[in-house]
Structures are given as C-alpha cells and as structure tokens.
C-alpha cells in the first residue's frame, strides 16, 4: 500500500505513471520521511519535507483504516506459528500507529509481540538496524529469526546480516519478485499453500 500511496502522490504531482513506478520502486525499504525527501527533490517542490511525509501518513492512514485486505491464508499461518510457541514482531517502513491501526482493525495485533518502526530506529530497511533491534527485542540472534520482505532491498539486507530471509510474495512488487526471490532462503508465493 505503500508503493501505491507513493505513486499516487507522484502522479497528482505531475510525475507520469512510468515515472513514479520507477522512483517508488527504489523507496520500498525507505521510511516515509526519506520517501518525502527524495519526491521533493524530484519534483522541485518548495514544500517542506515534513510536509509532504504528514500528507503521505495521512493517506496512509487512509488504506490502512479502509483499504487493505488480510491477505487469504495469513491468518492460519500465523495461528500455527502461535501455537508452536513463534515469538512475532512486524518491523516496518510505515509509521508505528498506521500499521497498528490496519492490524487491529483485521484482527491481527494479538499475533504480534510488538511493532517496531524504521522511523522509531531511525534508519530505513537499506541497513540492517531496525531487524537488529526487533531480534534484540526478542531475544533471538539474528540466525535464530526469520525476516519475511517482499522488497529486494530488504530482504537482502537482513540475509546479509544473517538472517533467515524469507521473500514473500505482494501484487505491489510482482515485477521485483524474480530478483527478490532468487536471494530468498526460502519463499512465499501463496500464504495459503504453507
């Protein structure tokens, strides 16, 4: 959704389609303030920064309370992991009370231990510092903790970090997911055939 929110934002700015995809495409892993930074140079814009992430979280938090959908089969995986006693956290680009607010309102919060956001940490998903923190939180060297990413960028940044990386498969990144499935030690196509 973010990827969506991105180009959205682009395009009502004057970026064509083509365009847009191709910036959104290297902003997966940033948070949302880098992602502001990068379209406002982009795009010659004399708004402020600031600015300009408020207006992203704000249509953010608008797919996050209405929008996005639980993606069939989750639901199961993450009661199984439950019950052989998985500790889970989400780590995210995505602002802590956005991605609260869209795992609540599908029902999925109890799953997790804790969010912990790239924003919180202070460094997008380009390094390794927000899964160091997260697998610190749970008491789990990184070589005991799973990183579930559909970004390539991502993914490679917590296998390269040792990580158990796993590439999960989304819509929003279907022409990255040869690239970002290749790196994987193992993959998500359909949550409902684990």
Same mark, same amino acid.
């Given at each position: 959704?973010?990827?969506?929110?991105?180009?959205?934002?682009?395009?009502?700015?004057?970026?064509?389609?083509?365009?847009?995809?191709?910036?959104?495409?290297?902003?997966?892993?940033?948070?949302?303030?880098?992602?502001?930074?990068?379209?406002?140079?982009?795009?010659?814009?004399?708004?402020?920064?600031?600015?300009?992430?408020?207006?992203?979280?704000?249509?953010?938090?608008?797919?996050?309370?209405?929008?996005?959908?639980?993606?069939?089969?989750?639901?199961?995986?993450?009661?199984?992991?439950?019950?052989?006693?998985?500790?889970?956290?989400?780590?995210?680009?995505?602002?802590?009370?956005?991605?609260?607010?869209?795992?609540?309102?599908?029902?999925?919060?109890?799953?997790?231990?804790?969010?912990?956001?790239?924003?919180?940490?202070?460094?997008?998903?380009?390094?390794? #510092?927000?899964?160091? /923190?997260?697998? %610190?939180?749970?008491? &789990?060297?990184?070589?005991?903790? =799973? $990183? *579930?990413? #559909?970004?390539?960028? /991502?993914?490679? %940044?917590?296998?390269? &970090?040792?990580?158990?990386?796993? =590439? $999960? *498969?989304?819509?929003?990144?279907?022409?990255?997911? %040869?690239?970002?499935?290749?790196?994987?030690?193992?993959?998500?196509?359909?949550?409902?055939?684990?």
């Amino acid at each position: 959704m973010g990827l969506e929110r991105d180009i959205y934002y682009l395009v009502a700015h004057g970026a064509t389609n083509e365009a847009a995809k191709e910036i959104v495409a290297h902003t997966a892993h940033f948070t949302t303030y880098e992602s502001a930074e990068l379209f406002r140079e982009y795009l010659s814009l004399d708004t402020p920064a600031a600015d300009i992430a408020a207006g992203l979280d704000a249509r953010m938090k608008e797919l996050y309370q209405n929008v996005i959908l639980k993606k069939p089969g989750v639901r199961a995986y993450l009661e199984r992991l439950r019950n052989e006693g998985v500790r889970m956290c989400v780590v995210s680009s995505t602002p802590e009370p956005l991605i609260r607010i869209c795992l609540e309102r599908l029902g999925l919060m109890p799953f997790f231990s804790f969010i912990l956001s790239c924003e919180t940490v202070g460094k997008g998903k380009e390094e390794p #510092d927000a899964y160091f /923190a997260a697998a %610190t939180r749970l008491g &789990a060297a990184p070589s005991d903790t =799973a $990183v *579930y990413e #559909d970004s390539p960028t /991502a993914l490679m %940044t917590a296998k390269r &970090a040792g990580f158990y990386a796993v =590439a $999960v *498969y989304d819509e929003s990144s279907a022409d990255q997911w %040869t690239e970002t499935s290749r790196n994987a030690d193992a993959i998500i196509s359909d949550w409902q055939m684990i």
